[in-house]
Nanobody, 121 residues
Framework: QVHLVESGGGLVQAGGSLRLSCAAS????????MGWYRQAPGKQRELVAA???????NYPDSVKGRFTISRDNAKNTVYLQMNSLKPEDTAVYYCNANVWTVVPGTVDDYWGQGTQVTVSS
């Protein structure tokens, strides 16, 4: 069993910043890619940022230059620094991790419970 716990969401004015954190715990042998997704009301869940175990990152154009993903492999934690926030960034943000578990010894995707980010204009 693997658990992802997110923190750092909240309400911020347009142009402001927030930093999200997501800590993974449980039966972890290693973590491959980690990422952040978001889902706004009435929209599909979309990728916001991803980082491989080696540190390579990927962002969609909508957040490139404003958001930065990073990870601390020793702490099994991934971060998302969000700057120059816009009202259209308002969504529930979900952490995702591709984990090789000790038990049952498989590779699976795990999700956090989500954290609300609201950007006011």
């Amino acid at each position: 069993q693997v658990h992802l716990v997110e923190s750092g969401g909240g309400l911020v004015q347009a142009g402001g910043s927030l930093r999200l954190s997501c800590a993974a715990s449980g039966s972890i042998f290693s973590i491959n890619a980690m990422g952040w997704y978001r889902q706004a009301p009435g929209k599909q869940r979309e990728l916001v940022a991803a980082v491989t175990s080696g540190g390579s990152t990927n962002y969609p154009d909508s957040v490139k230059g404003r958001f930065t993903i990073s990870r601390d492999n020793a702490k099994n934690t991934v971060y998302l620094q969000m700057n120059s926030l816009k009202p259209e960034d308002t969504a529930v943000y979900y952490c995702n991790a591709n984990v090789w578990t000790v038990v049952p010894g498989t590779v699976d995707d795990y999700w956090g419970q989500g954290t609300q980010v609201t950007v006011s204009s």
